[in-house]
């Protein structure tokens, strides 16, 4: 290519406009991901929406909460926090949740989602009145 000045601004316009809609279509890609979540897993992983970008998320906070929810349904012979933590085992083995931190014992202490992943939770969950933050 030729080294004139209106060439290579033409090239940043046509890349920005490519970089701009990497989000998006990174968010349709994310989004099968979700779409291909067994029911029971949906509103649990929806539910990290509303918590802060780049949070570090206490396990034992957020199974209390999914618990509180009506999330979690009872298994026989299994205690109802126990149906949590696979859950959320299901949620990190299949990339949508990221251990965090972990315990002694190597179990997961704190989690986390992807900034990408988080804004496709938002979205969803508006989409369907799932989750409404309210910003003071």
Not at 4 to 10: N, V
Not at 60 to 89: H, P, T
Not at 114 to 131: G, P, Q, S, Y
Request: aromatic share 8%.
């Amino acid at each position: 290519m030729e080294n004139k000045k209106h060439l290579w601004e033409k090239v940043s316009r046509n890349l920005s406009s490519h970089i701009s809609e990497i989000p998006e279509k990174c968010i349709q890609i994310l989004q099968l991901s979700y779409n291909h979540l067994p029911m029971h897993l949906k509103p649990c992983f929806l539910y990290f929406g509303a918590f802060k970008e780049d949070m570090e998320i206490l396990v034992r906070k957020l199974i209390s909460l999914w618990v509180a929810e009506g999330f979690i349904k009872k298994e026989k012979q299994k205690n109802i926090e126990d149906v949590a933590r696979e859950y959320l085992m299901k949620l990190i083995d299949r990339s949508l949740v990221l251990v965090a931190g972990r315990r002694s014992n190597g179990g997961v202490k704190t989690c986390r989602i992807h900034d990408l992943l988080r804004e496709m939770c938002l979205r969803i969950a508006e989409e369907n009145n799932f989750l409404k933050l309210i910003k003071l």
